[in-house]
Structure formats: structure tokens, C-alpha cells
Antibody, heavy 118, light 110 residues
């Protein structure tokens, strides 16, 4: 079955750009939507945005000015970039397959903790 | 402050039935389907209920979902200790043009 795995630096300096990659295995990235979510320590979930395999994107309005999601179909990967990070961006970041129209997320990656600190 | 409102906590004894509510508005629950996620301690969220009341393969029928107007509910019958987890509701919001989550409900099995 489809599995997702996040990867990237666990520590990012304030005001720099957070970069994460999600690798999809067990299935093709094509013909699906893919989303990023995050969860600050001891807090709830927040949707960051999605990308279609064709490259079409939609972002959470509260993060839109700082977020870029891209896809590399040849590598079966999609990526997240979040610029000008602060301590408030410290969170576990998850990637997931996103079913369009009904907007459910399944499956999810295991998540990766990104800490913003100098 | 989450767009969807859930009680922060819920509890029950083994075998009991508990419900968790999720309140929204006409732009989210009122016009779109609701999905529920279970997050066991230290793990990633897992899809529990989709399209208001559908269970993915492998989810026991002790879990059920419902929706009425701008509110939704998750019910767990025959409560078991392994059901201790955080539960989140989510839905598309037509005004925000994005997915919104509830703040999560921590379920404790006494």
C-alpha cells in the first residue's frame, strides 16, 4: 500500500527557510492531490496546503505569503518550503495523500519535528 | 482558536459509549463533509471516519459518525483502553478555501 515519508533538517535558524520533502512509495504520485499539515507541540493540527501532481496548488490563507509546495513526479516526491520562519513554526510536519472534493487525508507520513532556534 | 469547535476532553469507562461533538458553520460543516482522525500518543493521525459516516477498511464498527446541519459527532461504543487518543474533526471551508480542523478532543478511558 501507499506509504509516505517526510525528510529534511530538524533544526532551522530563525528567518531562514524550512525545507521538507515527502517521498511516496508503493504507488504513483500521479492523479492524486497531496497535502502538508503541521502540529505545534501539545497543540492541534493545521493544514498548510496541497498540490496536485500536475503542479496546481492551494495554500492556507494564513501561511500563503510564506509557503511554496512543489512536486517532482520523476522522483515520486513533493516538497514544502516555508520562508522567514520563527519559533511559532516549530512543529511536527506531516505529509498525506489528499482526496479531492471530500478532502480527507489518508495515508499520513509518520511526521518530522522541525525546531526553529538559533 | 480553531474554526471547528470540539470539547477539549472527554472520558468514559470501559464498555461505555461516548460521543465527541464538532461544531462549525454554514461555510464548512454546513456545506461540506466531515472527516475524523484518531491520533494515538506519539503517532501520526489516522483517518477514522470519512464523508461524515463512512469507515475505512479496518476501522471497527464501534466507531460511527454523523452530521446534522452545522454540527457533527463521533460516537465510540464499547469503549476500550486502546481508544485513549486525541480525536480531530476536519472539513473544507468554502470561505477560507482550505481545510479546517477542530482543536482536538483528548479521550480518557477511566
Amino acid at each position: 500500500q501507499v506509504q509516505l515519508q517526510e525528510s529534511g533538517p530538524g533544526l532551522v535558524m530563525p528567518l531562514e527557510t524550512l525545507s521538507l520533502t515527502c517521498t511516496v512509495s508503493g504507488g504513483s504520485i500521479s492523479s492524486y492531490y497531496w497535502s502538508w499539515m503541521r502540529q505545534p507541540p501539545e497543540k492541534g493540527l493545521e493544514w498548510i496546503g496541497y498540490i496536485y501532481y500536475s503542479g496546481r496548488t492551494r495554500y492556507n490563507p494564513s501561511l500563503k505569503s510564506r509557503v511554496t509546495i512543489s512536486v517532482d513526479s520523476s522522483k515520486n516526491q513533493f516538497s514544502l518550503k516555508l520562508s522567514s520562519v520563527t519559533a511559532a513554526d516549530t512543529a511536527v510536519y506531516y505529509c498525506a495523500r489528499h482526496t479531492q472534493f471530500y478532502n480527507w487525508f489518508d495515508p499520513w507520513g509518520q511526521g518530522t519535528l522541525v525546531t526553529v532556534s538559533s | 482558536q480553531s474554526v471547528l469547535t470540539q470539547p477539549p476532553s472527554a472520558s468514559g469507562t470501559p464498555g461505555q459509549r461516548v460521543t465527541i461533538s464538532c461544531s462549525g458553520s454554514s461555510s464548512n460543516i454546513g456545506s461540506n463533509s466531515v472527516n475524523w482522525y484518531q491520533q494515538l500518543p506519539g503517532t501520526a493521525p489516522k483517518l477514522l471516519i470519512y464523508s461524515n459516516n463512512q469507515r475505512p477498511s479496518g476501522v471497527p464498527d464501534r466507531f460511527s459518525g454523523s452530521k446534522s446541519g452545522t454540527s457533527a459527532s463521533l460516537a465510540i461504543s464499547g469503549l476500550q483502553s486502546e481508544n485513549e487518543a486525541d480525536y480531530y474533526c476536519a472539513a473544507w471551508d468554502d470561505s477560507l478555501n482550505g481545510v479546517v480542523f477542530g482543536g482536538g478532543t483528548k479521550l480518557t478511558v477511566l
